[in-house]
T-cell receptor, first 115, second 111 residues
Framework: DTGVSQNPRHKITKRGQNVTFRCDPISEHNRLYWYRQTLGQGPEFLTYFQNEAQLEKSRLLSDRFSAERPKGSFSTLEIQRTEQGDSAMYLC?????????????FGPGTRLTVL | AQKVTQAQTEISVVEKEDVTLDCVYETRDTTYYLFWYKQPPSGELVFLIRRNSFDEQNEISGRYSWNFQKSTSSFNFTITASQVVDSAVYFCALSEYDMRFGAGTRLTVKP
């Protein structure tokens, strides 16, 4: 399978716990993006990486959220001290581009439920 | 500010009807890209089309067609002879480095 993969697909956790999601982009893609999608809404941009550098973070990304892409390949998104409002689908996308405008390929998402 | 508006929350049609999904965008940039994505019940976003802001030619791909009008900041999507398999949520998006999505239009095609 050469698409974007995300693990786990579903995560149920209790409020206050930490969770970590993983995204494996398409192998030749140098850009990786994280989005959050709540029910009935479009995806909202959280952050993106070019290679291992995190170039942009949305104001939606509170200090409880941290993302890494240590070797410019896979990425992790960690949420600390989860809150019920963090319940959402977390989407990862990747692209290959030397410019700002590019097509993003999306993974299947990780659905987080915070009880 | 960049913004995408999809005013139609839900549309329901009967199979074989034509349907148009509206998208209006706002941006101050002169160079930008517009996208349409499909999100079927399985949840994975499927790329449909990308349009460069300098290319206002309409595009047709099978039963799908897109009408880009810069003068009205619109990028509408038409499905001709709709089929049940077209049932999904459709998102219009505007891209700088971060993609801004509209709220989506849920299309239901009934047999």
């Amino acid at each position: 399978d050469t698409g974007v993969s995300q693990n786990p697909r579903h995560k149920i956790t209790k409020r206050g716990q930490n969770v970590t999601f993983r995204c494996d982009p398409i192998s030749e893609h140098n850009r990786l993006y994280w989005y959050r999608q709540t029910l009935g809404q479009g995806p909202e941009f959280l952050t993106y990486f070019q290679n291992e550098a995190q170039l942009e973070k949305s104001r939606l990304l509170s200090d409880r959220f941290s993302a890494e892409r240590p070797k410019g390949s896979f990425s992790t998104l960690e949420i600390q001290r989860t809150e019920q409002g963090d319940s959402a689908m977390y989407l990862c996308a990747s692209s290959f581009s030397d410019s700002s405008y590019n097509e993003q390929f999306f993974g299947p998402g990780t659905r987080l439920t915070v009880l | 500010a960049q913004k995408v508006t999809q005013a139609q929350t839900e549309i329901s049609v009967v199979e074989k009807e034509d349907v148009t999904l509206d998208c209006v965008y706002e941006t101050r940039d002169t160079t930008y890209y517009l996208f349409w994505y499909k999100q079927p019940p399985s949840g994975e976003l499927v790329f449909l089309i990308r349009r460069n802001s300098f290319d206002e030619q309409n595009e047709i791909s099978g039963r799908y067609s897109w009408n880009f009008q810069k003068s009205t900041s619109s990028f509408n999507f038409t499905i001709t002879a709709s089929q049940v398999v077209d049932s999904a949520v459709y998102f219009c998006a505007l891209s700088e480095y971060d993609m801004r999505f509209g709220a989506g239009t849920r299309l239901t095609v009934k047999p």
